[in-house]
């Protein structure tokens, strides 16, 4: 069914970073403007390294513990390896997290960016930051609501001095998602944030027509995830 479990990983990635340029060209944008975040949650390291080995820089996990697992040692072999954590961060896991990661997609409530803002200041190291927008409104997922956006964006500026540099959104499943794209890029653009990290394996490519800098792509690179 999956045709994609018979190739590489390095033929995978090669697919991905075409139809990544093809998209953007098609939207009178440079390929380069695009940052393919290569999300390896559930995949082993060495399928990691595979991709490093094929030229793969930036790695997107969602969980701190899973890639404390995996990523200090890949590190150790490419120092230029970036790593987004892109799922929910609970704050007695800050600490880790920002000794870990180089940007954190996932800000989402005042308490953690009060407290992301707190550990970059003793860890002494500024990770760039998004801030993670509930666009569906949908009560189980994580995200500012976008009525919220605009003052949540002043306040981890102005009060925790974190370093925001955009916005990220994961749509409802069952809605067309470039109506939340379009909405998280224009939320982006009226607060003077040149970053949006949308799409991921489905949708990728009407993410990068609607805006996106970063695309979040796992599925389409390492096949399907077991359960
Ligand atoms: C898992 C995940 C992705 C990647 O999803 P695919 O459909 O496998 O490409 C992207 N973003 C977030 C936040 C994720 O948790």
């Known amino acids: 069914m999956n045709d994609a479990a018979f190739k590489t990983g390095t033929d995978r990635l090669a697919e991905v970073r075409r139809r990544i340029a093809e998209a953007a060209r098609a939207a009178g944008r440079e ?14 390291a060495d399928r990691v390294q595979e991709l490093l080995d094929a030229g793969q820089r930036v790695f997107g996990e969602n969980r701190v513990q899973e890639a404390e697992g995996k990523f200090p040692l890949l590190r150790a072999r490419h120092p230029d390896l970036e790593l987004h954590l892109i799922g929910p961060l609970q704050t007695n896991k800050t600490r880790d997290a920002v000794a ?5 997609q996932s800000v989402d409530r005042d308490r953690l960016a ?65 109506l939340h794209f379009a909405l ?15 799409g991921m394996s489905a949708d990728y490519e009407t993410a990068i027509k609607l805006g996106a800098t970063h695309v979040r792509v796992g599925t389409a690179l390492f096949g399907a995830r077991g359960t």
Not at 184 to 198: C, D, I
């Open 114 to 178: 009060a407290i992301l803002a707190k550990e970059m200041e003793r860890g002494g190291r500024q990770l760039r930051c998004f801030i993670q927008v509930n666009t569906g409104e949908e009560p189980q997922k994580a995200g500012v609501l976008p009525a919220d956006v605009d003052g949540f964006v002043a306040k981890c500026r102005e009060a925790y001095k974190l370093p925001v540099v955009g916005l990220m959104c994961i749509p409802p499943v069952d809605e067309e998602p470039a």
């Open 31 to 44: 390929p380069a403007s695009v940052t393919l975040v290569a999300v390896s949650k559930t995949h082993g």
């Open 184 to 198: 998280l890029a224009k939320m982006a653009a009226r607060n003077g944030l040149g970053q949006v990290s949308m």
């Open 100 to 104: 870990l990661f180089d940007v954190i």
